[in-house]
């Protein structure tokens, strides 16, 4: 078993900046983690997500939504279990709940392929 937590969202004005934090515990674990949120009323999607370690070519392999690319990163620091979320320039069509996510095999940015889930933590942007 795999457990998420979240943690980092808050409340912040258009053009500011929110760093959200995803620390793993359980069993060891070294596969793709990913970022997702969910805006009230509309279906969760994707953000983000990144490769953990062990497999060669998911090292570093990063993939993003458009309409984040250029204003969001996602980091991992391996020794800590933990994936990061840095988002710039933020908007306030960025205000959702974000969703850490964890998965072995292959990138992807289904959610329904996704295996464990953190609670998820609230960003609200103001404009």
């Known amino acids: 078993q795999v457990q998420l937590v979240e943690s980092g969202g808050g409340l912040v004005q258009a053009g500011g900046s929110l760093r959200l934090s995803c620390s793993a515990s359980?069993?060891?674990?070294?596969?793709?983690m990913g970022w997702f949120r969910q805006a009230p009323g509309k279906e969760r999607e994707f953000v983000s997500a990144?490769?953990?370690?062990?497999?060669?070519?998911?090292?570093?392999?990063?993939y993003y939504a458009d309409s984040v690319k250029g204003r969001f990163t996602i980091s991992r620091d391996n020794a800590k279990n933990t994936v990061y979320l840095q988002m710039n320039s933020l908007k306030p069509e960025d205000t959702a709940v974000y969703y850490c996510?964890?998965?072995?095999?292959?990138?992807?940015?289904?959610?329904?392929?996704?295996?464990?889930w953190g609670q998820g933590t609230q960003v609200t942007v103001s404009s």
């Open positions: 990144i490769g953990w370690s062990g497999i060669s070519w998911n090292i570093g392999a990063q």
């Open positions: 996510a964890a998965k072995e095999g292959a990138i992807t940015t289904a959610s329904s392929l996704y295996t464990y």
């Open positions: 359980g069993r060891t674990f070294r596969s793709i």
